[in-house]
C-alpha cells in the first residue's frame, strides 16, 4: 500500500491519511537525521509521530440511502365528503401536476390526492407506495444502530493540536509621532496574566522602514491555540530595537512632548547606528487581554467552527474594548456569507515604554516604575479560527430521517446556534477598531499557510493525552546576571557536544529569528545596558539531538559591548562563561542558578578539572535562567526511559538471554505517573505489541500483562463516559499499522497468549485480578486482533488484484483459527456464566464478541465466521433465560447489520444465506417468549432490518427485492404454522410483524406466492386472516368516522398500558422522532429573518411570532380537561408535527389497503385458472378481504383502484360470488355500494349498486 495514498483505493479496505504537521519549525532537524538504527525505541517513537494514520473505511459500517418518497395528503369519506365532487378535482389537478412543481408543504385544505391511477391490472396497483416508509417515515440507519447496546462510536481523525479555538495574529504596521527611521522587531506570545507565566513560544515579526521595507515579512502570520477562553489570556507583545548608542539619540525622542519629530540630524545618526549595531534592547511592552471578563464563557459553546468576527462596539460607555463580536447563524442553521472569516483590526496606541531592562515576571508588579507612554501606534490583525480539520469523517452517511425533514414543513430541532468571540479586550484607553472580511479563500487557509509561524503550545506538555507528534527541543531563557560592576551585557547561548576543546564549533541547533534560515551555532539575548543586575526576557530555542548523553552541554558565554561610535563597528568582550549539562535538569521546567568561569578548560566538565576553575564573583551562583524541555522523544519519566533502555537492549540482543531487567522494566510500567503514561501511550503499546508478537513465552505473558494494566489505568483515569476510551480508539481506529510490515503481524502472538491465559482460567488455574480487566477491555485487542488481520490482508493482495475486484478473503492458518475458536469459546463461557449473576460485564462481551465476528465477516471466509456463530448458539440454544436470550439477540442485531449481511453465502455450498435463516428462526422464538421487553425488540430487530434493505441504494433492483424477500419468506411459514404465536401478540408487535409481512409479500413474485398458497385450504384461509389483521390495524380511524355501519368500534381515546404514544398505527421509532422533536421549539428551515412557517402551514395559529411548545400545548389540555389520553398528546403536537404524523397515517392506511388490493386479485387471477388449493365453493379468502375493505374507512385513492379490481374480480368469479352461499356477503356489498352512492351527491340519484 503506497503511503501517499490519501483515500482507499477500489477494492482497498484501508485509507491512508496524512498527518497534518504543526509547522516546518518542527520538521525533523539535523541533529535527528542520523541514523537511528541503533536504538530502535527511537526509530519506534520516530515512525509513531511521521507515520499515516490508517483507517478502516468499513469498520463502523456504510449505508446510503434512497431519497424518501413524497407523501401527499389522502382524501377519507366523511359526513362532508362528496366523492364525485373530489375525484373531479383531483382528476383536474392530477393533469396539471405533470407540468407543475408541487409545492413542498403540504396543504391543510386535504385537497391533495396521491397519485395512484385508476386501473385494473395488478402491477398498477401493485405500483402504489408501499407501506412500509409511512410507517417508518423517521427511519435513520445512525439512529436505529445507535441503540444496539454496546454500540461502537467512531471517534474523529486525532486532532494534532487539540485545541478548538486557534487565534492568527498579524503585525500590520508600526508607526510614531516621530517617524519610523530604524527598524525594529518583537515578539509575541500567549501570556496567562494571573498566573504569571506564557502558555506559547515567541512570534518573531520585524518592522523596517519604508525605505527598507521586504513586503515578504509583513505577510506571516503567528498561529495560536487556546484550550478556552479566559479573561487571564493575554498577547504579550514586546519591541526592541538597536542598543542605544552612547551619547547618540536616545529613545525617549519616540515619548517626547517638543518637538514632535525627528530632527534631520536624529535621523541620519539613528539610520547610520542601527546598520552597524547588530545587538538589541528593550523598547517598549503592552499587554493585550483577549477576552472580557464578563464573556469569558461564551466560546466554550461556540456553534460554527467557522463563526467569523462580527465586531460592534460594546453596550457599556467604557472604550475599553477592542471588540465585542457577536456571531450570530442566519435562522436557516447556515453561516452567514461571510463565512470565511473576517478579521478584526486592533490598534494599540499607548506601548508602555522600558528604561531599563526586565523579566517578564516584573510586568505586572505593582511596585514597577511607570514611564510615559510611546507616541505611536501598532496595528495588528487579529483573525479567530476553528479547528475543524475532524468535519471530513464526522458526516452522516445514512438514514432518512434528514431528508424526511426538508419535507412537509422542513423541521429542524430549532436549537438557536451562536457563537462569539467574546471581545478581544484591551486595558489600554484608546483603540481604534475597524473589520475586515478578508482571505475569502477559506477561513482555514490562515492557519495552514505554510509561510505562517505555529507556535508552540506548552499546554500540550502537560495534558493528559497522547503526544501526537514530533519534537524535541529546549527553550532557554536566560534571566539575571548580577555582576559587581555595571556592564552593557548580552549573552551568548550554545549547545555542545563534548569538552574536549571549546574552539571547536558548537552544534548547529539554535532556531533563527529570520525565517527560511537554517539552524545557527547560538543565539544571544538583548543587551542589558549600564546595569549590575542585568534582566533578560529573551527565548532561545535549541533543537536537540536525538539521544541526550552525558557529554551534551550548553554553554553560556557573557559578553561587554561598548556602545560608542568608532572607526568600526562595536566588538563584543568575552566576561566569562556558564556551563550546564543538560542530563542533570531533565524536568518539564526548571529554574537553575549557575557561577561564571573566567575561562573554558579543555573537559571542564569533568570533576578533576573543576579546582583548576576561576570563578568571577567568587564562585557565587550569580546566573539565574530558566529551562523548559519540551520533546515527544525523551520521556521525563524514568520509568519509562528504563523501559526503552531496555527494549533497545533487547531488540539489539545486547541483553542476557533471559532479559530479567527487560522484565523488571515491564512490570514498573504499572506504576508510572498517569500523565506520562497517556503520553507516551502509542510507542509504548507499539513496543509491548513487538514483544508479544516475537518474545519469549515469559515476555511474551508479561507484555500482555503490562499492556492490559496500562489499558485499564487508561480506561479509568481518563474516563470520558464512553464504554470504549477515546485514546484507546484512535490508537486502534489510526496509528496501529502493525509495524507498517516491518516485522510480522500481531494478530498470531496476540490470540495465543490471551488464548493460554482464557484456557488457565477454564481449567481452574488462579490467573489473578488481571483476567476480569482482560474482560473488560476484550474490546480493545479484539479490534487490534481484526485490523491487524485486515491490513495483512490488504498488504498480501494489494498489487496483484484485478482492477474494481474485492480483495478475497484471508486464509487464516488453522492453528491460527483453532486458536481463535478457543478463546471465543472461552470468552462465551464467562458471558454465560456472568450474566447469570447479573454482571453488567457479561453484556458488554457480549457485544464486543458479536462486533468481533461482525469485524472477521469482511476479512476471513465468512463460513469461518459461522462457525464461531454456530458456536454462540450453541451455547445459548432454546429459550434460555431472561438475560441469556436478550444477549442472543443483540448478538444477532449487531451481526446482522453487516453491509454485506443480504449477500452472504450459507454454511453449505447448496444453503443460502446462513445469517438470516438463523435470525429468522431466533426471532420467532422470541415472538413466543413470555417477555414484553424481549418480544418487542425482536420485532423491532425484523422492521429496522426490512427498512435497511428496502431503502437501500444498492437494492433498488426488483430481482435484488425478489431475493431479499425470499430470505425472510420462511418467516411466513412459521407464522402460518403457529398463528397462535401471532395471536398472542399486542397491538404494537403485531403492527410490527405486518408490515413485515406486507413488505415481504409485496416483493415476492407471482410463482412464489401461489406456490405458497397450493398447500392446503387452512393455510390459505390462514394467509388471508394475516391480511385481515392488516386491515383491522392500519385502519384510518379518525373521531367522528363512527357514523360509517362497518366502521371499527375503537376509539383513539382508548388507552393502551405502557404505550402513552402519539399514534398507534406508525411505528415506535416514529414516536419516539414525535417525542424528542417535541422537546424544542421548532424552527422550520428557510424562514424569514424573524419569522416561523406556522403561518403558512397553520394559518389557525393567532400569532405567527409566538413558537407553539408543548408546555403550552399540555396546559392547554389540561385545563380543558382533555386528561392525559392518546388525543391529549396528539393535541400536545405542534401544528407541523402533528400534520406531518397524519400525513403518514393517512398514507400508511392507504398503502395497506391498496396492497392488500392488489395480493387480492392476484388470488383471484390464480383461482380463475385454478392453480392453487381453496374453498372454490365459497371462495371465503376474497369475500373476508372484500367485506374488511368496504366496512371501513378508505381513502379515494384506494375507492379509485378498487372499483376496476372489484369489476374483474366479478367478471371470473361472479357466479359463485353471486350463489346463494354467499348470500350474507352479497348483502354487506350491496350496502356498501349503495352507502357510496349517496356519498356521490346530497340525495339519491340512483341505485347504482
Known amino acids: 500500500m503506497e503511503p501517499a495514498v490519501a483515500t482507499a483505493g477500489e477494492g482497498q479496505r484501508f485509507k491512508r491519511i496524512p498527518r497534518q504537521a504543526w509547522s516546518g519549525n518542527l520538521e525533523l532537524g539535523p541533529l535527528l537525521n542520523e541514523s537511528l538504527d541503533h536504538w530502535p525505541h527511537l526509530n519506534e517513537l520516530v515512525q509513531c509521530y511521521k507515520a499515516d494514520f490508517v483507517k478502516d473505511d468499513c469498520k463502523y459500517g456504510h449505508y446510503e440511502s434512497v431519497a424518501s418518497p413524497s407523501f401527499q395528503n389522502q382524501i377519507f369519506e366523511g359526513p362532508d365528503t362528496d366523492i364525485e365532487t373530489e375525484l373531479q378535482l383531483c382528476n383536474a389537478r392530477h393533469s396539471k401536476s405533470e407540468d407543475a412543481t408541487e409545492d413542498d408543504t403540504p396543504s391543510t385544505s386535504g385537497r391533495q390526492i396521491y397519485e395512484t391511477e385508476s386501473s385494473g391490472s395488478s402491477s398498477k396497483v401493485h405500483c402504489s407506495l408501499s407501506p412500509l416508509p409511512a410507517y417508518e417515515a423517521a427511519f435513520d440507519w445512525e439512529n436505529e444502530r445507535s441503540l444496539i447496546f454496546g454500540q461502537r462510536v467512531p471517534e474523529s481523525i486525532p486532532a494534532i493540536s487539540n485545541s478548538g479555538l486557534k487565534i492568527t495574529v498579524k503585525v500590520l504596521s508600526l508607526s510614531f509621532q516621530a517617524g519610523l527611521v530604524e527598524p525594529f522587531s518583537g515578539t509575541i506570545c500567549l501570556y496567562n496574566r494571573d498566573r504569571r507565566e506564557r502558555l506559547s513560544e515567541d512570534f518573531y515579526f520585524h518592522m523596517l522602514p519604508t525605505d527598507m521595507q521586504d513586503q515578504g515579512s509583513l505577510d506571516r502570520r503567528g498561529v495560536f491555540s487556546l484550550d478556552a477562553p479566559s479573561p487571564s489570556v493575554c498577547l504579550l507583545i514586546q519591541l526592541e530595537k538597536a542598543a542605544t548608542e552612547e551619547g547618540g539619540v536616545t529613545p525617549s525622542v519616540y515619548s517626547r512632548k517638543e518637538p514632535v519629530h525627528l530632527a534631520e540630524k536624529e535621523k541620519q545618526k539613528l539610520q547610520v547606528w542601527s546598520r552597524i549595531m547588530p545587538y538589541k534592547e528593550s523598547f517598549a511592552w503592552a499587554m493585550i487581554p483577549l477576552f472580557e471578563s464578563n464573556r469569558a464563557g461564551g466560546l466554550s459553546d461556540a456553534a460554527s467552527p467557522s463563526s467569523p468576527l462580527a465586531p460592534s462596539l460594546s453596550g457599556s460607555s467604557s472604550q475599553d474594548s477592542i471588540v465585542d463580536p457577536i456571531s450570530k447563524l442566519a435562522l436557516d442553521g447556515k453561516v452567514n456569507h461571510y463565512s470565511s472569516g473576517s478579521s478584526v483590526i486592533v490598534e494599540i496606541s499607548n506601548l508602555n515604554k522600558v528604561k531599563e531592562s526586565y523579566i517578564e515576571d516584573s510586568l505586572q508588579d505593582p511596585k514597577r516604575k511607570v514611564h510615559k507612554p510611546v507616541k505611536g501606534v501598532l496595528r495588528l490583525e487579529v483573525e479567530k479560527l476553528h479547528d475543524d480539520h475532524n468535519d471530513v469523517d464526522n458526516a452522516s452517511e445514512g438514514g432518512s430521517m434528514a431528508n424526511d425533514l426538508n419535507d412537509a414543513g422542513d423541521i429542524n430541532n430549532g436549537r438557536s446556534n451562536r457563537s462569539s468571540f467574546d471581545g478581544i479586550h484591551s486595558s489600554v484607553n484608546s483603540i481604534a477598531i475597524a473589520k475586515k472580511d478578508a482571505h475569502h479563500n477559506g477561513h482555514t487557509s490562515n492557519a495552514e499557510n505554510v509561510d505562517n509561524f505555529q507556535a508552540f503550545d506548552f499546554r500540550v506538555l502537560t495534558r493528559s493525552e497522547p503526544f501526537s507528534q514530533l519534537f524535541h527541543c529546549l527553550y532557554v531563557y536566560p534571566l539575571t546576571v548580577s555582576l559587581s560592576r555595571k556592564r552593557n551585557l548580552f549573552v551568548r547561548v550554545e549547545l555542545r557536544k563534548d569538552d574536549s576543546d571549546i574552539r571547536k564549533p558548537p552544534l548547529e541547533a539554535v532556531h533563527p529569528r529570520e525565517r527560511n534560515t537554517m539552524l545557527q551555532k547560538w543565539g544571544h539575548t538583548q543587551i542589558a545596558v549600564g546595569t549590575r543586575m542585568a534582566s533578560y526576557h529573551d527565548e532561545v530555542k535549541i533543537s536537540l539531538p536525538a539521544l541526550l548523553t552525558p557529554q551534551h552541554h550548553l554553554v553560556f558565554t557573557f559578553f561587554h559591548v561598548d556602545l560608542q561610535m568608532k572607526l568600526e563597528a562595536p566588538k563584543p568582550v568575552i566576561i566569562g562563561y556558564s556551563v550546564l549539562p543538560l542530563s542533570t535538569h531533565i524536568q518539564l521546567l526548571s529554574d537553575v542558578s549557575l557561577p561564571i568561569l573566567r575561562e573554558l578548560v579543555p573537559h571542564y566538565l569533568q570533576e578533576s578539572g573543576k579546582e583548576r576553575m576561576d570563578y568571577l564573583e567568587d564562585g557565587k551562583t550569580v546566573f539565574r535562567l530558566r529551562l523548559r524541555l519540551c520533546s515527544s522523544l525523551f520521556p521525563i519519566n524514568e520509568r519509562i526511559r528504563d523501559f526503552f533502555v531496555e527494549y533497545d537492549r533487547h531488540t539489539l540482543h545486547t541483553s542476557p538471554p533471559w532479559g530479567s531487567e527487560l522484565l523488571e522494566a515491564i512490570n514498573s510500567l504499572k506504576n508510572v505517573e498517569s500523565t506520562a503514561l497517556l503520553q507516551f501511550l502509542q510507542p509504548i503499546l507499539n513496543m509491548l505489541l513487538h514483544l508479544i508478537g516475537d ?555
Open 695 to 1249: 518474545g519469549g513465552e515469559t515476555l511474551q505473558v508479561a507484555a500482555f500483562r503490562a499492556m492490559v494494566n496500562i489499558l485499564t489505568r487508561v480506561q479509568q483515569e481518563s474516563s470520558d463516559g464512553a464504554e470504549r476510551n477515546r485514546f484507546l480508539i484512535n490508537y486502534v481506529d489510526f496509528a496501529f499499522d502493525d509495524f507498517g510490515d516491518r516485522q510480522a503481524p500481531v494478530y498470531p502472538g496476540l490470540t495465543t497468549v490471551w488464548g493460554s491465559l482464557a484456557r488457565s482460567k477454564a481449567k481452574g488455574y488462579r490467573v489473578g485480578p488481571v483476567y476480569d480487566d482482560v474482560l473488560a477491555m476484550a474490546w480493545f485487542f479484539l479490534e487490534l486482533i481484526v485490523k491487524s488481520m485486515g491490513l495483512e490482508q490488504s498488504r498480501l493482495f494489494y498489487h496483484n488484484l484485478p482492477l474494481g475486484e474485492d480483495v478475497p478473503p484471508l486464509q487464516l492458518k488453522e492453528g491460527v483459527f483453532r486458536c481463535i475458536m478457543q478463546l471465543f469459546d472461552c470468552l462465551l463461557t464467562e458471558v454465560h456464566e456472568r450474566c447469570k449473576k447479573g454482571l453488567s460485564l457479561a453484556k458488554r462481551l457480549n457485544s464486543t464478541l458479536a462486533f468481533f465476528c461482525y469485524d472477521l465477516l469482511s476479512i476471513i471466509e465468512p463460513r469461518q465466521v459461522f462457525e464461531l456463530v454456530s458456536l454462540y448458539m450453541d451455547k445459548f440454544a432454546g429459550v434460555c433465560q431472561s438475560v441469556l436470550h436478550d444477549c442472543k439477540l443483540t448478538f444477532l442485531q449487531i451481526i446482522c447489520d453487516h453491509d454485506l449481511f443480504v449477500e452472504m453465502p450459507g454454511r453449505d455450498p447448496s444453503d443460502r444465506n446462513y445469517l438470516s435463516s438463523v435470525l429468522i428462526q431466533e426471532i420467532f422464538l422470541t415472538l413466543d417468549h413470555d417477555d414484553l421487553s424481549q418480544r418487542a425488540k425482536a420485532a423491532r430487530i425484523l422492521v429496522v432490518l426490512i427498512c435497511k434493505h428496502e431503502f437501500d441504494a444498492r437494492y433498488q433492483k426488483s430481482e435484488d427485492k425478489l431475493y431479499i424477500a425470499q430470505l425472510y419468506f420462511p418467516l411466513i411459514g412459521q407464522i402460518l404454522d403457529e398463528m397462535p404465536v401471532f395471536y398472542n401478540l399486542n397491538a404494537i408487535e403485531k403492527r410490527e410483524v405486518l408490515v413485515v409481512i406486507l413488505q415481504i409479500v409485496r416483493n415476492l413474485d407471482d410463482a412464489t406466492l401461489i406456490k405458497a398458497w397450493q398447500q392446503s385450504i387452512a393455510r390459505t384461509r390462514l394467509f388471508f386472516k394475516l391480511l385481515e389483521e392488516c386491515i383491522i390495524h392500519f385502519e384510518h380511524n379518525k373521531t367522528g368516522d363512527n357514523m360509517l355501519l362497518g366502521a371499527s368500534s375503537r376509539s383513539p381515546d382508548v388507552e393502551h398500558p405502557a404505550s402513552p404514544k402519539y399514534s398507534e398505527r406508525l411505528s415506535p421509532s416514529v414516536n419516539t422522532y414525535l417525542s424528542e422533536a417535541s422537546r424544542h421549539e421548532i424552527r422550520p428551515q428557510g424562514t424569514p429573518e424573524n419569522g416561523y412557517m406556522w403561518n403558512r402551514v397553520s394559518p389557525q395559529l393567532s400569532s405567527p411570532n409566538q413558537p407553539y411548545s408543548l408546555r403550552e400545548a399540555l396546559a392547554q389540555a389540561q385545563s380543558s380537561r382533555i386528561g392525559s389520553t392518546a388525543r391529549a398528546l396528539r393535541e400536545s403536537l405542534h401544528p407541523v408535527l402533528r400534520q406531518k404524523m397524519e400525513l403518514w397515517e393517512e398514507n400508511l392506511s392507504t398503502a395497506v389497503s391498496l396492497e392488500v388490493l392488489g395480493i387480492t386479485e392476484k388470488f383471484s387471477v390464480a383461482a380463475g385458472a385454478r392453480s392453487i388449493t381453496t374453498d372454490y365453493a365459497k371462495l371465503d379468502c376474497v369475500t373476508s378481504i372484500l367485506m374488511g375493505l368496504l366496512s371501513r374507512n378508505q381513502s379515494l385513492a384506494f375507492w379509485k383502484a378498487f372499483l376496476p379490481v372489484v369489476y374483474n374480480i366479478f367478471n371470473v368469479h361472479g357466479a359463485t360470488l353471486m350463489a346463494r352461499e354467499n348470500d350474507r356477503f352479497l348483502k354487506q356489498i350491496a350496502f356498501h355500494l349503495l352507502r357510496l352512492a349517496v356519498f356521490r351527491n346530497d340525495s339519491i340519484t340512483g341505485g347504482n349498486g
